[in-house]
């Protein structure tokens, strides 16, 4: 709490907030477009930001994109607000964001690091058994492009209650498939979940990406599913266990991971 609220008493970091809320996913060029200042200072207060895990980032070829985390936030919220107020500002704050920004599709950025080897890592994402093992759903398909997956339950009796299309495969570094109900299809309104592999030292950071979720009730189920998931993945890759537990029941109207 102390880097956060350190990190929001400066008005040049609040500003950068405010223009990835109202454009999650932007490139430091385009942050700094709003600035009147150097690219090293929006650099400095960007590192501030990301310290204080109220933003993600996210390598793409050259260029890092920057993403609004609102979990620490939501927690100041909670802590303070919630036991007060929560329902009264619940509401008039879903009446604003309705007013404000209608078109806008909430997406989601989870960032963790793994004491693995990346083609470890790429074989605990596509191996059916051990998706099972970590996820309690066994991750079926051929993994090629353009090829159905299933989220299939590993109860044996082969109902599938989630799944897609496998849009990208470049083994060990980044996967890209479709997620949602189980027999859906790729199209424009299909939400898009992104995995993406990278070295890091010693140690493979793993960033999961999901875009175009129907709603704020969407990000909200995806905030706690994929958190979960990850940790179970981490644990069984440096351990060879998974956690005794996990938040997997989560209420959504888009499959949760």
């Known amino acids: 709490m102390d880097?956060?609220?350190?990190?929001?008493?400066?008005?040049?970091?609040?500003?950068?907030?405010?223009?990835?809320?109202?454009?999650?996913?932007?490139?430091?060029?385009?942050?700094?477009?709003?600035?009147?200042?150097?690219r090293q200072s929006v650099?400095?207060?960007?590192?501030?930001?990301?310290?204080?895990?109220?933003?993600?980032t996210v390598r793409r070829g050259r260029e890092k994109w920057h993403y609004l985390n609102p979990v620490p936030i939501h927690d100041m919220r909670q802590r303070w607000i919630a036991p007060f107020e929560e329902p009264?500002?619940?509401?008039?704050?879903?009446?604003?964001?309705?007013?404000?920004?209608?078109?806008?599709?909430?997406?989601f950025v989870y960032v963790t690091y793994i004491h693995a080897t990346p083609a470890r890592v790429w074989e605990a994402l596509i191996d059916a058994d051990l998706t099972g093992r970590y996820w309690g759903h066994s991750n079926v398909s051929d993994w090629r492009p353009g090829s159905p997956w299933e989220h299939r339950r590993t109860d044996g009796s082969g109902i599938a209650d989630a799944g897609g299309v496998v849009l990208e495969v470049d083994p060990p570094t980044r996967l890209v498939m479709t997620f949602g109900d189980a027999g859906s299809t790729a199209g424009p309104d299909a939400s898009t979940v992104t995995f993406l592999i990278e070295p890091h030292?010693?140690?493979?950071?793993?960033?999961?990406?999901?875009?175009?979720?129907?709603?704020?009730?969407?990000l909200a189920a995806v905030s706690l599913g994929w958190p979960a998931v990850m940790a179970n993945l981490k644990s069984l890759l440096e351990t060879?266990?998974?956690?005794?537990?996990?938040?997997?029941?989560v209420p959504v109207s888009e499959p949760a991971p």
């Open 240 to 249: 060879g266990h998974v956690l005794p537990q996990a938040p997997w029941e």
């Open 88 to 107: 009264r500002m619940r509401t008039l704050d879903a009446i604003r964001r309705q007013a404000e920004e209608p078109s806008m599709k909430p997406e």
């Open 201 to 218: 030292h010693d140690i493979v950071r793993l960033t999961v990406t999901q875009v175009n979720l129907r709603s704020d009730d969407d």
């Open 3 to 38: 880097d956060v609220f350190r990190a929001l008493a400066d008005p040049t970091r609040r500003r950068l907030l405010d223009s990835l809320r109202r454009e999650n996913g932007q490139t430091l060029g385009r942050l700094c477009g709003s600035l009147d200042m150097t």
């Open 43 to 56: 650099t400095q207060h960007l590192a501030v930001l990301e310290q204080a895990n109220l933003i993600s």
